[in-house]
């Protein structure tokens, strides 16, 4: 897979950002796409993923406000993040693995469990999204 995440950048609480992730080389059908983030000082945290045959679960943090789709007709996988604040400044990672991988993140979320991706097996290089207050 190869996979530059971009679409990150600085903006002020309340304003909304839309990452993107285009995505090749990843021949597992259906397989799981996700976003994970990072903030400093705290572990991997899943945000949202969306399996190949589309469905999708979020992070209950993220839930109603952040969006996960695939243009199919690009093959890219997007986040759309509104009503942002300070607690979602981090660098965020796209990440490719099976179909397990899907249902790995959304038992997690179901518990209320942070889940930082161990069944994911490719990841991009990471983009920044900075909230100011």
């Known amino acids: 897979i190869q996979s530059v995440e971009s679409g990150g950048g600085s903006v002020q609480a309340g304003g909304s950002l839309r990452l993107s992730c285009p995505v090749s080389?990843?021949?597992?059908?259906?397989?799981?796409m996700g976003w994970f983030r990072q903030a400093s000082g705290k572990e991997r945290e899943g945000v949202a993923a969306?399996?190949?045959?589309?469905?999708?679960t979020s992070a209950h943090a993220a839930k109603g406000r952040f969006t996960i789709y695939q243009d199919n007709a690009t093959n890219t996988l997007h986040l759309q993040m509104k009503s942002l604040n300070s607690e979602n400044s981090a660098p965020y990672y796209c990440?490719?693995?099976?179909?397990?991988?899907?249902?790995?993140?959304?038992?997690?979320?179901?518990?209320?469990?942070?889940?930082?991706?161990?069944?994911?097996?490719?990841w991009g290089q990471g983009t920044q999204v900075t909230v100011s207050s």
């Open positions: 080389g990843y021949t597992s059908s259906p397989h799981c």
């Open positions: 969306i399996r190949s045959d589309v469905q999708t």
């Open positions: 990440a490719a693995g099976p179909r397990a991988a899907c249902i790995f993140f959304t038992t997690h979320t179901e518990a209320h469990e942070r889940y930082s991706g161990e069944e994911f097996e490719t």
